[in-house]
Structure formats: structure tokens, C-alpha cells
């Protein structure tokens, strides 16, 4: 089983700031490599980063390319994602997960982030 707790999420001005954590468990999620999801209301799910449990190789989505790092510690099996420059536009629920697993094992509950003007 692969459990999955997003944390970190609130309310910030634009141009803020937030750090959001995962912390992930299962015997098989150091296998796999992780992203950061996030849903808009109205919207469908996105995928914004992914990284590798090696800390390598991590893609970002346009819309926050520059001012999202997304990184990992792996001895708290916990996955970060350091939001700069935060826009209204950002605005959603941020969730984790392992993208070749979703089908697979549930979401967390996620983390509401909300950027107001």
C-alpha cells in the first residue's frame, strides 16, 4: 500500500511564498519516480513537477518553470515543493503522488494553497 500526506499549503499574498511537503510511504514508492499534481476549481488535475527519489532529473510544467523547485530528502521519504513568486493563478489544492501509480493507489487528502491579488 502507498500512503500519501501533503502538508504546508495556506493563505499567501501574490508574490509570496509557501514550501509544501509530501510525506510518502509503502515499500514500493522509492521505486518510482514523484510529482506535484494540483487542481483548480473547474479545472481538471495537472501535472506542475516531477523528480526523481535521487534528486535528479526534475521537469516542470511551463506555468511554474523558474519559480517552483521541487526536491526530495530521502532519509524522511518526504517530497518538497518550494513555490516562489506566488501568482493568483496558482491557486488550488496540491496534491503528491507517484504519476505511473495514480490508477493505482489513492490520492492524499492535499493541500489547499490559495495566492490572493
Known amino acids: 500500500q502507498v500512503q500519501l500526506v501533503e502538508s504546508g499549503g495556506g493563505l499567501v499574498q501574490a508574490g509570496g511564498s509557501l514550501r509544501l511537503s509530501c510525506a510518502a510511504s509503502?515499500?514500493?514508492?522509492?521505486?518510482?519516480?514523484m510529482g506535484w499534481f494540483r487542481q483548480a476549481p473547474g479545472k481538471e488535475r495537472e501535472l506542475v513537477a516531477t523528480i526523481r527519489w535521487t534528486g535528479d532529473r526534475a521537469t516542470y510544467a511551463d506555468s511554474v518553470k523558474g519559480r517552483f523547485t521541487i526536491s526530495t530528502d530521502n532519509a524522511k521519504n518526504t517530497v518538497y515543493l518550494q513555490m516562489n513568486s506566488l501568482k493568483p493563478e496558482d491557486t488550488a489544492v496540491y496534491y503528491c503522488?507517484?504519476?505511473?501509480?495514480?490508477?493505482?493507489?489513492?490520492w492524499g487528502q492535499g493541500t489547499q494553497v490559495t495566492v490572493s491579488a
Open positions: 509503502g515499500r514500493t514508492i522509492s521505486n518510482y519516480v
Open positions: 503522488h507517484a504519476p505511473i501509480l495514480i490508477e493505482t493507489y489513492p
